[in-house]
Nanobody, 130 residues
Framework: QVQLVESGGGSVQPGGSLRLSCVAS????????IGWFRQAPGKKREPVAC????????YYAASVKGRFTVSRDSAAQTSYLQMNGLKPEDTAIYYC???????????????????????WGQGTQVTVSS
């Protein structure tokens, strides 16, 4: 059974930092691209970042570029999302998701399009408020 479990969410003041983790089980981690998405109250889910398998290429939404850093640790079957310079508009539930590539690796056609991601975690809440 495939599971993606996010953790590390919480409440921080503007300008603060959080590091989210996404632990994967039940799948071959190195055969999957990991994406991060978020959904704010009353809004559609939107992409945040993606890290590929193999070369660990990274992709970011414009709204987080330069503030967030996505990474992965194959030995730990974990992806991380380091979030610095948090703003109130970053408040959302954050989800990680997995896209299967097999041994070939590499990003989907649009690494930040959620249609390519089949497995999803349950989400972790991030609240940025003074």
């Amino acid at each position: 059974q495939v599971q993606l479990v996010e953790s590390g969410g919480g409440s921080v003041q503007p300008g603060g930092s959080l590091r989210l983790s996404c632990v994967a089980s039940g799948l071959t981690f190195d055969y999957h691209v990991i994406g991060w998405f978020r959904q704010a109250p009353g809004k559609k889910r939107e992409p945040v970042a993606c890290v590929t398998n193999g070369a660990s290429q990274t992709y970011y939404a414009a709204s987080v570029k330069g503030r967030f850093t996505v990474s992965r640790d194959s030995a730990a079957q974990t992806s991380y999302l380091q979030m610095n310079g948090l703003k109130p508009e970053d408040t959302a539930i954050y989800y990680c998701a997995a896209h299967y590539t097999g041994s070939v690796g590499g990003p989907p056609r649009d690494p930040l399009d959620e249609i390519y991601y089949y497995y999803w975690g349950q989400g972790t809440q991030v609240t940025v408020s003074s």
